[in-house]
């Protein structure tokens, strides 16, 4: 009897562990922004000067819009392409965060949080920085030299430089 009352006990403990199941795992959070730059009405086009682009082997940039917000496009000696995304529309790094693959690392650049995702041959490579709580530039480069990465991380390095400083 106190056999089948210890194995009936186990049973329900059992049972009621899976009938709750676990939670979901949390929405993974991303480090704050601890020196915030303003993205707010600055043309991307502008963040390399005539300077910058000639040492970057970029042309003059092409203004665009897609959905993440204005942006602007080069190309060059030393890359196919390369772009520049301002995101202030949306949660930053955060949102831009949500329902990335196992492909993106978390990274940081210049001490600012940021996703990298990149092809394995190193010919297109994609920066999530996050500038600001709300403020993100999206970067992407194809065909970069020595690899997409590393030029993109040198362009970055200008741009985010440049950025002024928010409140």
């Known amino acids: 009897m106190i056999i089948r009352l210890l194995a009936t006990a186990a049973i329900a403990v059992v049972t009621a562990g899976c009938a709750g199941g676990s939670p979901p ?9 601890e020196s915030p730059k303003g993205l707010v009405g600055i043309d991307p086009c502008a ?16 203004p665009g819009t897609d959905e993440l917000g204005a942006n602007c496009k080069w190309t060059g000696v030393h890359a196919e392409s390369a772009q520049l995304t301002a995101f202030t529309s949306g949660n930053g790094l955060a949102e831009l965060a949500e329902g990335r693959d196992s492909t993106t ?10 996703l990298e995702t990149f092809t394995a041959r190193g010919e297109f490579c ?13 970067a992407t480069m ?26």
């Open 25 to 33: 795992p949390p929405e993974p959070t991303v480090p704050p922004v």
């Open 47 to 62: 963040l390399l000067d005539d300077s910058a682009r000639t040492d970057l082997g970029f042309d003059g940039g092409v």
């Open 105 to 114: 690392s978390r990274v940081r650049l210049m001490g600012y949080p940021a």
């Open 126 to 138: 994609r920066y999530d920085v996050g500038v600001a709580a709300d403020q993100a530039i999206v």
């Open 142 to 167: 194809r065909a970069g030299e020595p690899d997409s990465c590393t030029a993109l991380q040198e362009l970055l390095t200008v741009v985010i430089t440049r950025l002024p400083a928010s409140d």
